[in-house]
Structures are given as structure tokens and as C-alpha cells.
């Protein structure tokens, strides 16, 4: 079946550094790739997200990248900050299938 | 706010029970999909439709149930509840019906199965 998978399952960074989040994905129909924030208690709310017809996509602080010929993504947060700490999926999928999140924290 | 109404927030109830969790899209949306969030975990993938007809299927059990009504609404029934069904459920909506719009998620209800 459909399948996401996701690393790290948590990462630490110092407060200004960058993090990078990867995903691969199962299903090469998959056109469309979002990136979703889950703060503790809280539901999941979209940062970013690209399509299969651009290879990066980039907003503020967050860009996403894509490699549809292998199959994997990746959200790259730079200059990190305690705000960002959070929990991160992935999905892609015409099921929406969800990654099994990536637990950041962000040290000052 | 996402638009997307999930109610009720939470739920307590006995091992053997039946409830019903209920959904509300946010207006234009036709898709539906619903999730549950057991404690520290990822989004499972249970069921998804799509103008009130099933589209997709996840790892649902076959206690659990759902519908999606003319009015788009839809309802996730859990029967037979054991403590493992606790969890928080999501649904959330989109457009489309193919996993290629926008998912807004509800604020979840939180059930607790004693």
C-alpha cells in the first residue's frame, strides 16, 4: 500500500541553526506534497507545500524541495528559532497519507 | 480557525460503547478525510470522502464506521470501544477529492475510552 516515511523522528538544534526534515514517498502517482506544524495539543495547520511541476519552493524561513525521480522531499527551516518547536509531518498520496512526524526542538 | 467543526471536543466513555464523532468542512469543500492521533503518534489514515461518496480507505477497523451526508457533513461511528481506541481524532477538509488541494483539520475530538 501507500507508504511515507520520515526522518528524523526528533532533532535538536541550537536556536539560529537550520533543520531539514526528509520524506519518501511510495506512490509515484503522488502529485502534490504538503507540510503540516502540529504545536502540542493543537491540530495540524499547513506551512508549506509544492506540487510535482517545481522542484523547490521556498517562503520565509521554510523551503521544500523535491526529487520526483527518487521519490523524496524535504522541508529545510533555516535560522531556527524556540517558536519553531513543534511537531512536522509530510504527506503525499491522493490519501493524504501523513509521514510519522518529526518532533524539532529549537535550544536557545 | 480553520472552518473545518468537529464536535464534540471530547468524549469519555465505557469499553463496549458506541459513539459518534461529527464533522463539518469548511464551506466549498467537498473531501473529507479522517485520522486518528493515538498519544505521540502520527496521523492514521482511516477513511476519506468525497461528495458523499467513499473515496479512499486506510487501516480503518471494521468497528469503526463513517458517512459523509448530502449536506457534506460527515460522521465517524466507533463501536464496540476498547482502551486502544483512544485517541484523538481529526477530520479535515479540502476541495478536491484527490489529495492535491489544501487539507484544513478541525481541532480534533479527544476520546477517552475507560
Known amino acids: 500500500g501507500e507508504n511515507v516515511e520520515q526522518h528524523p523522528s526528533t532533532l535538536s538544534v541550537q536556536e539560529g541553526d537550520s533543520a531539514v526534515i526528509k520524506c519518501t514517498y511510495s506512490?509515484?502517482?503522488?502529485?502534490?506534497f504538503p507540510w503540516y506544524k502540529q504545536e502540542l495539543g493543537k491540530r495540524p495547520q499547513l506551512i508549506i507545500d509544492i506540487r510535482s511541476n517545481v522542484g523547490e519552493k521556498k517562503d520565509q524561513r521554510i523551503a521544500v524541495t523535491l526529487n520526483k525521480t527518487a521519490k523524496h522531499f524535504s522541508l529545510h527551516i533555516t535560522e531556527t528559532q524556540p517558536e519553531d518547536s513543534a511537531v512536522y509531518f509530510c504527506?503525499?498520496?491522493?490519501?493524504?497519507?501523513f509521514g510519522t512526524g518529526t518532533r524539532l526542538q529549537v535550544f536557545p | 480557525d480553520s472552518g473545518v467543526t468537529q464536535t464534540p471536543k471530547h468524549l469519555i466513555t465505557a469499553t463496549g460503547q458506541r459513539v459518534t464523532l461529527r464533522c463539518s468542512p469548511r464551506s466549498g469543500d467537498l473531501s473529507v478525510y479522517w485520522y486518528q492521533q493515538s498519544l505521540d503518534q502520527g496521523l492514521q489514515f482511516l477513511i476519506q470522502?468525497?461528495?458523499?461518496?467513499?473515496?479512499a480507505k486506510g487501516n480503518i477497523l471494521e468497528r469503526f464506521s463513517a458517512q459523509q451526508f448530502p449536506d457534506l457533513h460527515s460522521e465517524l461511528n466507533l463501536s464496540s470501544l476498547e482502551l486502544g481506541d483512544s485517541a484523538l481524532y481529526f477530520c479535515?477538509?479540502?476541495?478536491?477529492?484527490?489529495?492535491?488541494?489544501?487539507?484544513?483539520f478541525g481541532q480534533g475530538t479527544r476520546l477517552t475510552v475507560v
Open positions: 479535515a477538509s479540502s476541495v478536491g477529492g484527490q489529495g492535491r488541494t489544501e487539507a484544513f
Open positions: 504527506a503525499a498520496g491522493d490519501k493524504l497519507i
Open positions: 506512490d509515484s502517482a503522488s502529485n502534490y
Open positions: 470522502y468525497y461528495n458523499g461518496e467513499e473515496r
